[in-house]
Structure formats: structure tokens, C-alpha cells
């Protein structure tokens, strides 16, 4: 079972930042937070991970609460071409990849 | 980043025949490669994890005899509906482990989507 809860769907308009929220309560301490996203009839890409600190690439900043019950996803520059369904997953290790409902982000012009 | 692909993109099958997905990783080996499904708006659900060199692991629920998988090299991983039927149209999607990285972060194929008729 999915250990992250999302909301089902938001929207972002273009050139926004895009701040999506991932509760993962039950987190253990080796588990990471990892952060993919699926484009319609593709497979999921990779976002970001990270353990507790807060993480910056060039798709997306990740920011973990010091309790790391709870993150979010930030697109910092919101475009058309990132809606899509993002999910946010926790794993340690060598564990299989669960993925849960996600949230759909529609990015609207 | 590494790159994973599947053959064929999407095909349309009679009920009763059998259907066989491949999955490659390009640029690097994958000892461990993953199998998904996803239904339509619906999240993706893991069914097994193919081993090189050794059986594959199913997830509860999931028929091995139905769904074949044979990793038969470092870049090759097979799934293979068997005797396919309208429930099984799906879309199809593998994965694999980047070796390289330490945090095991894994990369997908484009997907296979599969019509039975």
C-alpha cells in the first residue's frame, strides 16, 4: 500500500509556481521521499528525491519538514507542458516502487 | 538520464493469443527490472519484479502462469500475456534500477499499450 496521501487533483496557472503537498506521517528513517510525474500515455519521469534536506534540481525544489512527516513539490515556473500527474512515494532501499493515486495537475494558460 | 524502451509501443490482439512485451535498458545493465499495469485513470500497479537469472517475483493477485516473464540478459526483460483476453487490454509499463545511483532511482519505458478484441 501507498504510505503518502495527496490531494486528487489541482490547478496552476502558467508561469506560477506549482506548490504540490505530499503527507507521508508514517515515514521510517532510512526512507526517502521520491517524486515522479506521468505525462498522459507515457511512463512516469523522475522529479527529485531526497532523505531531509531540502533538495533543488533543474525541474523542481523539494522541501521536507524537519519532522519529515510532510513535503511538497515546487515547480517554480509553472508551464503547459507540466500537466501531468505527479506522485509522491517513500521508499527505502532496495524497496519496490508503490505508487498511489497522485495528484493531477492541470497548468491552465 | 538512462534510457528504457519497450517493442512494440501498442498492439491489438485476438482473445486467446499471446502477446509478448519487451523491455531494454539502452545505455546501462539492470539485473532487476519491474513490470507494471495501468488501467484507465487509474494509478500503476506493480506485478512482478524480473531477476536475471532467476524467477521472477509476483505480487499478490497476480497470475504467474498468465503473465510470463523471462529476463534473459542484463538489458532484456520479457512479458508475455498468455491466452490474452478483453480484461488483460491494458497499458503495459517496465522499469529498472539505475546500478549507478545511490539511491536507486529507477526509469521507465514509454508503456505498451495492449487492445485484445
Known amino acids: 500500500d501507498a504510505k503518502t496521501t495527496q490531494p486528487p487533483s489541482m490547478d496552476c496557472a502558467e508561469g506560477r509556481a506549482a506548490n504540490l503537498p505530499c503527507n507521508h506521517s508514517t515515514i521510517s528513517g532510512n526512507e526517502y521521499v521520491y517524486w515522479y510525474r506521468q505525462i498522459h500515455s507515457q511512463g512516469p519521469q523522475y522529479i527529485i528525491h531526497?532523505?531531509?534536506n531540502n533538495e533543488t534540481n533543474e525541474m523542481a525544489s523539494l522541501i521536507i519538514t524537519e519532522d519529515r512527516k510532510s513535503s511538497t513539490l515546487i515547480l517554480p515556473h509553472a508551464t503547459l507542458r507540466d500537466t501531468a500527474v505527479y506522485y509522491c512515494?517513500?521508499?527505502?532501499?532496495?524497496?519496490?516502487?508503490?505508487f498511489g493515486q497522485g495528484t493531477r495537475l492541470t497548468i491552465n494558460p | 538520464g538512462a534510457v528504457v524502451s519497450q517493442h512494440p509501443s501498442r498492439v491489438i490482439c485476438k482473445s486467446g493469443t499471446s502477446v509478448k512485451i519487451e523491455c531494454r535498458s539502452l545505455d546501462f545493465q539492470a539485473t532487476t527490472m519491474f513490470w507494471y499495469r495501468q488501467f484507465p485513470k487509474q494509478s500503476l500497479m506493480l506485478m512482478a519484479t524480473?531477476?536475471?537469472?532467476?524467477?521472477?517475483?509476483?505480487e499478490q493477485g497476480v497470475e504467474k502462469d498468465k503473465f510470463l516473464i523471462n529476463h534473459a540478459s542484463l538489458t532484456l526483460s520479457t512479458l508475455t500475456v498468455t491466452s490474452a483476453h478483453p480484461e488483460d487490454s491494458s497499458f503495459y509499463i517496465c522499469?529498472?534500477?539505475?546500478?549507478?545511483?545511490?539511491?536507486?532511482?529507477?526509469?521507465f519505458g514509454p508503456g505498451t499499450r495492449l487492445t485484445v478484441l
Open positions: 524480473s531477476n536475471e537469472g532467476s524467477k521472477a517475483t509476483y
Open positions: 531526497g532523505l531531509k
Open positions: 522499469s529498472a534500477p539505475s546500478s549507478g545511483a545511490s539511491y536507486n532511482e529507477q526509469f
Open positions: 512515494i517513500v521508499k527505502g532501499g532496495a524497496q519496490k516502487l508503490v
